[in-house]
């Protein structure tokens, strides 16, 4: 089982920008692949961005195309996204999340950091 704690919340106003990060511990970091997901206020969770452990692959929900950008150090055991351009429909509570390659499911999660954009 791997820990996950996120930190990098906090109020931003439309437009601006905010860097998650991840820091992972209790296991091994390798291989696991990183993800991000969000889930608003009356919203199923959402799917916003992974990577695997290489860092040569990564994946990214719809509605964050072009403006977020999920990268890891695997030597600091982090992960990061990189929001630019935030929306309010962007605010959310953003969760960290870890699964071995093989899995289908995300296995570990974090508790959250809260974004809150405003227009």
């Known amino acids: 089982q791997v820990q996950l704690v996120e930190s990098g919340g906090g109020l931003v106003q439309a437009g601006g920008s905010l860097r998650l990060s991840c820091a992972a511990s209790?296991?091994?970091?390798?291989?696991?692949?990183m993800g991000w997901f969000r889930q608003a206020s009356g919203k199923d969770r959402e799917f916003v961005a992974s990577i695997t452990w290489s860092g040569g692959s990564t994946l990214y929900g719809d509605s964050v195309k072009g403006r977020f950008t999920i990268s890891r150090e695997n030597a600091k055991n982090m992960v990061y996204l990189q929001m630019n351009r935030l929306q309010p429909e962007d605010t959310a509570v953003y969760y960290c999340?870890?699964?071995?390659?093989?899995?289908?499911?995300?296995?570990?999660w974090g508790q959250g950091t809260k974004v809150t954009v405003s227009s």
């Open positions: 209790g296991r091994t970091f390798n291989p696991l692949t």
């Open positions: 999340a870890a699964k071995v390659p093989s899995s289908r499911l995300y296995d570990d």
